[in-house]
């Protein structure tokens, strides 16, 4: 049993050394292990500490998932995001242990929430606003140090803003809509173009031209500026109009109909000089007859108003050539011609309009005018005998007849002429008047009385027709109404020596002295040396008892005929009546002068000179 047990003992003291044996391995395995852990915690501890405090920290990049798709981000990038769009940050690459203290600053953005889930974009926006243009500068941090920055920029598609246009129903709203897209995306052609569209659906041309003339600067294209072109003739902007109707001239000179378009600009504008050099350019451009036709005639026009007659001609006559059976550009010619002061061109034109139209009464009558004018009495008479053929009232026509048949001396015809106008207007006083001149030179003075007379009454103080009432009172032998125009004449201050002597011989027959002395006297204060009318005056003051007045023109008489022996006679015996005996003897004296054989003056004179003698002694 001793050496069971002892066996046994040796066995576990065997067994005991083995185990002993293999706890000492076990043991110092361990100690390795606790000696590398903690070198490696002290290195770990140590790395730590480097990394954090004696190491610079450092942003290596971000990286982000964007819609599911990874992409790298470096410091100072920009980040252009939909609204949208699903982001998250996948990883932060520093330098920094653990990224212990690194933390993402963003004002109005929430962007350390990326951190930890992914999110669409408009749910960490200010105020969800899918249509506004965000821009979020998002700074990466170590504790209080920037290790870098990202800027993100939030804003919405062009498509987006035109879906919304689409799907917005009110106009008003759609337009502010594309407003607001044209702000955001300005150089964007789909949002210029749909702008301009409703812009122009909406009648809004003011707003059309105010963009386009943002848009339509050098270099843009025909369709730009037709479309302003339309804005501006919308909003009556003539300037405009010329501006852009004169670059697209610029961009295609051989542009017929836009210089035709720039030419009528510049007429409405009233650049009449202007229109005509784009009408002569146009011209250059044309190679048919027929399109120059028009364009002459608008030249010839435009050229006359801006009083260029040289130029007008010469539009009017190429227009001529083309067009020769055009009555008016004769017309016309025939106008211009006469403004120039040649007058041969100008009839011959006005003849060779009115040969194309036999129907011109207007114009017969200008060239009957001119004719008058240049006193072509009988090419006038031609032409007013077309014109009344046509026209056979013409009170214009018949009164030019009138005058051309005076002129050339066809009294019968005249007299039908005259007769015609009466018949179309009885009261007019001239035509009436002349007709009865016209029948008073040819003989009927009965024929010329009414017509005269009507006229007569009208214009009282005409004295010629008084005059000419006169003498034809006088030879149809009607004394009593030719005194009567007589007297008037003098009332007039108008009757000659000869009207004063019938009126006075027609009172003197009637025994009316007392009429006649007034009337005598105030036709010798106007005509002194009508000896008869004097010798009137005297017969008429004896006649009233005036007798010194007599005697008092006795001697304006003797002034005038100092020979006159009757005259003596009467005046010495008058003188020897009124007692006058000195003024008797002085007349019989000078009678004795002149007829030394009168015995009844030289006794007269010897008798009276005895009473004077006989008056001187007992005076």
Request: aromatic share 8%; net charge positive.
């Amino acid at each position: 049993m001793q050496n069971g047990t002892c066996d046994f003992l040796e066995g576990s003291h065997a067994l005991d050394y083995g185990i002993r044996k293999r706890k000492s391995a076990s043991a110092r395995l361990a100690s390795w292990l606790a000696v590398l852990a903690l070198l490696a915690a002290l290195g770990i501890a140590g790395w730590y500490y480097y990394e954090l405090y004696i190491v610079s920290p450092r942003l290596a990049s971000v990286e982000v998932s964007i819609n599911g798709e990874p992409r790298e981000l470096l410091s100072g990038d920009h980040l252009a995001l939909h609204p949208r769009d699903r982001v998250k940050i996948l990883k932060i690459s520093t330098n920094i242990p653990f990224n212990l203290y690194v933390r993402l600053v963003s004002s109005g953005f929430d962007a350390g929430a990326l951190l930890y889930d992914e999110w669409p974009i408009l749910r960490l926006l200010p105020g969800h606003n899918m249509f506004e243009a965000y821009h979020f500068p998002v700074k990466i941090k170590y504790r209080d140090r920037e290790l870098g920055a990202l800027t993100v920029d939030v804003k919405p598609r062009v498509d987006d803003w035109l879906d919304k246009a689409d799907r917005t129903i009110d106009k008003k709203l759609r337009l502010s809509v594309l407003e607001e897209a044209f702000a955001m995306f300005p150089n964007e052609a789909k949002v210029k173009k749909r702008l301009l569209d409703e812009y122009k659906a909406q009648g809004k041309w003011k707003s059309v031209a105010a963009m386009l003339e943002k848009m339509a600067g050098s270099k843009a294209d025909k369709d730009e500026l037709r479309t302003l072109l339309k804005s501006y003739r919308a909003t009556a902007n003539r300037a405009g109009v010329i501006t852009v109707l004169k670059r697209l001239v610029a961009m295609t000179p051989k542009d017929l109909e836009t210089r035709l378009q720039l030419a009528r600009a510049f007429e409405d504008t009233k650049d009449l000089k202007s229109a005509a050099m784009e009408y002569e350019a146009a011209l250059g451009i044309m190679a048919s007859e027929k399109e120059k036709l028009p364009l002459y005639g608008k030249l010839g026009y435009l050229w006359t108003k801006l009083d260029n007659n040289n130029k007008a001609i010469n539009s009017y006559q190429m227009a001529s050539k083309i067009d020769p059976t055009d009555a008016n550009l004769y017309y016309n010619l025939s106008y211009l011609f006469e403004k120039t002061g040649d007058k041969q061109k100008s009839l011959y034109y006005l003849e060779k309009a009115l040969a194309l139209k036999s129907g011109d009464i207007e114009g017969r009558m200008k060239l009957a005018q001119d004719l008058v004018k240049d006193k072509d009495w009988k090419k006038a008479e031609v032409i007013l005998s077309q014109v009344l053929g046509k026209k056979p009232k013409s009170m214009e026509a018949l009164l030019l007849m009138a005058d051309v048949l005076d002129k050339i001396g066809k009294k019968k015809e005249l007299e039908t002429v005259y007769r015609r106008i009466l018949t179309l207007d009885p009261n007019n006083e001239t035509v009436g008047y002349n007709l009865g001149v016209l029948e008073y030179e040819s003989g009927n003075l009965k024929g010329a009385l009414p017509y005269l007379v009507g006229y007569v009454k009208k214009h009282p103080g005409d004295s010629q027709t008084h005059g000419l009432l006169l003498d034809i009172y006088r030879k149809l032998k009607d004394p009593a109404q030719a005194f009567t125009e007589a007297v008037t004449l003098t009332k007039l201050g108008a009757g000659d020596p000869d009207t004063y002597l019938y009126a006075t011989e027609y009172l003197n027959s009637r025994g009316d002295y007392k009429q006649m002395v007034p009337l005598l006297e105030k036709g010798l204060k106007i005509y002194p040396n009508a000896i008869e009318l004097r010798n009137y005056l005297v017969v008429a003051y004896l006649k009233v008892g005036m007798e010194k007045e007599a005697m008092a023109e006795m001697e304006r008489i003797l002034k005038k005929r100092p020979k006159d022996l009757d005259l003596l006679k009467n005046l010495a015996r008058l003188r020897e009546k009124r007692g006058d005996y000195p003024g008797a003897v002085d007349a019989y004296k000078r009678i004795i002068a002149l007829d030394p054989g009168n015995e009844e003056a030289q006794n007269a004179y010897l008798r009276l000179r005895l009473k004077v003698m006989e008056n001187d002694k007992n005076n």
